[in-house]
């Protein structure tokens, strides 16, 4: 290596060392990987275990989310998002001890405690938020469902940050909720829901916690 190379090197590490901490941490951030491991909820009410697996991966400006999910109620429409606090504070899953009402049963409002509010939703057109009328996926005859979708991340930022002013997606803050069992399944008067939406609709049956897997 001659005296003329040597010395770019050198500019070059000077240059990496000035550059800002958000330029660095944007560069990570254009190519990273999350992932949330759902587990069942509310068993006794869905007759069934619902799991599955939620991914994000980040590659530049487009954000894909594959989500399998298996041992759903079958043959139904599925609601699913991503769940979190308009603070930024972190969000987890629900556990028992949320059932403050002990009817044996974590309904959608009893989450709020700990997972927040409902965010994001798994839809064809994410970005529209439109939580109430999108187009969620529908588990076949054996309870399974995969949901693939890749968006704009600027356009999906975009709408979160109208929706929640001052907030980012900060997917490692957020939980992944599967919801919904079928609309003759009993449910007592103590459970609730979100408006005129039926708590059938609403009620969680998996939840899992995103976490960072890697960047590249």
Not at 2 to 10: G, Y
Not at 24 to 52: D, E, F, I, M, W
């Amino acid at each position: 290596m001659n005296a003329l190379h040597k010395s770019l090197l050198a500019v070059a590490a000077g240059l990496l060392a000035l550059a800002p901490l958000g330029a660095v941490q944007a560069a990570t951030l254009a190519h990273a990987s999350y992932v949330a491991h759902l587990y069942p909820l509310n068993t006794k009410v869905a007759k069934t275990a619902t799991r599955g697996e939620a991914r994000f991966t980040i590659n530049g400006d487009r954000l894909t989310i594959d989500i399998r999910v298996h041992g759903a109620p079958p043959d139904m429409v599925h609601w699913q998002h991503f769940h979190g606090f308009a603070d930024g504070q972190q969000a987890v899953c629900p556990a028992m001890g949320s059932d403050k009402n002990g009817d044996g049963i974590i309904d959608l409002i009893e989450t709020g405690q700990v997972a927040g509010t409902t965010m994001v939703p798994f839809i064809t057109q994410p970005a529209s938020m439109d939580v109430a009328h999108g187009s969620y996926p529908k588990a076949d005859a054996r309870g399974n469902y995969h949901y693939h979708e890749t968006m704009s991340l600027p356009a999906l930022e975009q709408a979160f940050a109208k929706a929640f002013p001052g907030q980012q997606l900060d997917l490692n803050k957020r939980v992944v909720f599967i919801h919904g069992v079928p609309a003759g399944t009993a449910l007592p008067a103590s459970v609730q829901s979100l408006g005129p939406i039926p708590a059938q609709v609403t009620l969680p049956i998996a939840c899992g916690q995103i976490e960072r897997v890697g960047a590249r």
